[in-house]
């Protein structure tokens, strides 16, 4: 069945007599105002009190889904069922939803959020796989980096606004594809600029700060790429804007962490390539925390960063970074390790050992 992304909702109207939808991917933003389009397409305002159930599902049933799609609109022509956190459902409900889907009547329109892609544990997918065989699938993933630009543009016109390349590209580096954030500067520009007709690269730098985590993901990019000199100045700065070591640490962890499971992935195979084609009996030695699974289905562009980096090191650079790491956490909460004379270094100090040692500088 189609597949449409949330960037063309209008396409959506083709399919108006489509009983199932199925909304997926992991932007939140996109899925609200895909939810939003398919309401206003389904139901005029005054419907929406009687016609359309909105339930969970970490709390309804099977049961509960089935009856209440299966009923009847109540003074209208279509009643609407939305059933949010579609993996929250056991496995067997799942199954007895899925079963039901292509019974629904005419007058029915069954949407499901499923924010995740591909397999889950326990056979959770099943609805959702068995939904885009049969409905309409809106990708609700925020577009990469290259596409980036495009919806900010359109975000821009949409409120009656051009914008300079150069300032959506500015936009881009300093926030990425967080579009909730993005749409929020927009509206603050926008509303700066009063009647200027277009944004230009000198209101974003005037109006739009780099925040400290877009600094931070500078950072682990420039450590994972073994760029000493980038790495230490980007760190100057961070230790300039907060004396939160331990942020940035837990930020090194994290992407080495991901570096880790990357590099074994590859090794085994299974990378580059699809999250769906890994086996379960290795998605289930993947950590709970930090796992790279939500990357490889939700952030390709990331995906594809972590490969490139991973090349760069070897199994035993990867190996000793943990040590690094843990060393450097023991010296910022002030303990030795055993059989070591503590030695006292400020937190900045600390962490620029860390850096070099990371980018493989003896």
Same mark, same amino acid.
């Given at each position: 069945?189609?597949?449409?992304?949330?960037?063309?909702?209008?396409?959506?109207?083709?399919?108006?007599?489509?009983?199932?939808?199925?909304?997926? *991917?992991?932007?939140?933003?996109?899925?609200?105002?895909?939810?939003?389009?398919?309401?206003?397409?389904?139901?005029?305002?005054?419907?929406?009190?009687?016609?359309?159930?909105?339930?969970?599902?970490?709390?309804? +049933?099977?049961?509960?889904?089935?009856?209440?799609?299966?009923?009847? @609109?109540?003074? *209208?022509?279509?009643?609407?069922?939305?059933?949010?956190?579609?993996?929250?459902?056991?496995?067997?409900?799942? %199954?007895?939803?899925?079963?039901?889907?292509?019974?629904?009547?005419?007058?029915?329109?069954?949407?499901?959020?499923?924010?995740?892609?591909?397999?889950?544990? *326990?056979?959770?997918?099943?609805?959702? %796989?068995?939904?885009?065989?049969?409905?309409?699938?809106?990708?609700?993933?925020?577009?990469?980096?290259?596409?980036?630009?495009?919806?900010?543009?359109?975000?821009?016109?949409?409120?009656?606004?051009?914008?300079? $390349?150069?300032?959506?590209?500015?936009?881009?580096?300093?926030?990425?594809?967080?579009?909730?954030?993005?749409?929020?500067? /927009?509206?603050?520009?926008?509303?700066?600029?009063?009647?200027?007709? %277009? /944004? +230009?690269?000198?209101?974003?730098? %005037?109006?739009?700060?780099?925040?400290?985590?877009?600094?931070?993901?500078?950072?682990?990019?420039?450590? &994972?790429?073994?760029?000493?000199?980038?790495?230490?100045?980007?760190?100057?700065?961070?230790?300039?804007?907060?004396?939160? &070591?331990?942020?940035?640490?837990?930020?090194? +962890?994290?992407?080495?962490?991901?570096?880790?499971?990357?590099?074994?992935?590859?090794?085994?195979?299974?990378?580059?390539?699809?999250?769906?084609?890994?086996?379960?009996?290795?998605?289930?030695?993947? @950590?709970?925390?930090?796992?790279?699974?939500?990357?490889?289905?939700?952030?390709?562009?990331?995906?594809?960063?972590?490969?490139?980096?991973?090349?760069?090191?070897?199994?035993?650079?990867?190996?000793?970074?943990?040590?690094?790491?843990?060393?450097?956490?023991?010296?910022?909460?002030?303990?030795?390790? $055993?059989?070591?004379?503590?030695?006292?270094?400020?937190?900045?100090?600390?962490?620029?050992?860390?850096?070099?040692?990371?980018?493989?500088?003896?």
């Amino acid at each position: 069945m189609p597949l449409i992304s949330a960037l063309q909702l209008k396409e959506c109207k083709k399919h108006r007599e489509t009983t199932v939808w199925l909304l997926r *991917g992991g932007d939140n933003l996109l899925i609200r105002r895909a939810h939003t389009f398919l309401l206003e397409m389904f139901l005029a305002p005054e419907e929406r009190e009687f016609n359309h159930d909105l339930l969970e599902g970490g709390s309804a +049933t099977a049961a509960e889904v089935i009856s209440r799609s299966a009923a009847l @609109p109540f003074l *209208g022509s279509l009643r609407v069922v939305t059933l949010r956190e579609v993996r929250k459902l056991s496995a067997d409900d799942h %199954k007895k939803i899925a079963a039901s889907l292509g019974k629904l009547p005419s007058s029915t329109r069954l949407i499901l959020i499923d924010p995740e892609e591909g397999s889950a544990a *326990g056979g959770k997918e099943t609805l959702s %796989k068995e939904a885009a065989k049969i409905g309409v699938v809106v990708d609700c993933q925020a577009p990469e980096r290259e596409d980036l630009r495009k919806w900010i543009a359109q975000e821009v016109a949409a409120q009656g606004k051009s914008i300079e $390349p150069v300032a959506a590209s500015m936009l881009c580096e300093l926030i990425g594809n967080d579009l909730n954030r993005l749409s929020l500067e /927009i509206e603050k520009i926008i509303l700066y600029m009063d009647d200027q007709p %277009k /944004i +230009t690269k000198a209101l974003v730098q %005037k109006l739009v700060s780099k925040s400290t985590e877009e600094t931070v993901f500078r950072l682990t990019d420039a450590v &994972a790429e073994k760029k000493v000199a980038v790495a230490m100045k980007v760190l100057e700065e961070l230790m300039q804007e907060t004396d939160n &070591a331990y942020a940035i640490l837990g930020m090194l +962890t994290r992407h080495f962490r991901l570096l880790a499971q990357t590099q074994w992935l590859m090794a085994l195979g299974y990378l580059p390539g699809p999250a769906e084609a890994i086996p379960q009996r290795l998605t289930e030695k993947l @950590p709970s925390t930090h796992s790279i699974l939500p990357v490889l289905k939700n952030q390709p562009w990331l995906a594809r960063k972590l490969i490139q980096q991973a090349k760069l090191f070897s199994e035993e650079e990867i190996f000793h970074s943990f040590g690094h790491l843990l060393q450097a956490d023991l010296s910022l909460k002030g303990i030795s390790a $055993p059989d070591e004379e503590l030695v006292q270094h400020t937190p900045r100090m600390t962490m620029q050992l860390l850096v070099m040692q990371l980018c493989g500088v003896k």
